[in-house]
């Protein structure tokens, strides 16, 4: 099992950045996925961003050039680095982890882009 803890989000406005971090309750290099997703109201949830135990890592066509997902093992953390905030950017961000093919989820933190 595997606990996910977000923290990191709040209001910004256009242009600005957010760093979100996920701390997890167990070594993050024994977990195959992490990533984060967001979820806008009236939206489907959507991937943002993800990063395998290997280090290769995926992003929404959206986001490219603009986040940057990493991780610190030391502290088993995830985290989230989001640059050029637009307004669009908005919504609920939660932190996934692919744990011995069960999905795991945050409480997710809401991240607020005004214009």
């Known amino acids: 099992q595997v606990q996910l803890v977000e923290s990191g989000g709040g209001l910004v406005q256009a242009g600005g950045s957010l760093r979100l971090s996920c701390a997890a309750s167990?070594?993050?290099?024994?977990?195959?996925?992490m990533g984060w997703y967001r979820q806008a109201p009236g939206k489907q949830r959507e991937l943002v961003a993800a990063?395998?135990?290997?280090?290769?890592?995926n992003y929404a066509d959206s986001v490219k050039g603009r986040f940057t997902i990493s991780r610190d093992n030391a502290k088993n953390t995830v985290y989230l680095q989001m640059n050029s905030l637009k307004p669009e950017d908005t919504a609920v961000y939660y932190c996934h982890a692919d744990y011995i093919g069960l999905a795991y989820w945050g409480q997710g933190t809401q991240v607020t882009v005004s214009s």
């Open positions: 167990r070594r993050i290099f024994s977990i195959n996925t």
């Open positions: 990063m395998t135990g290997g280090g290769t890592t």
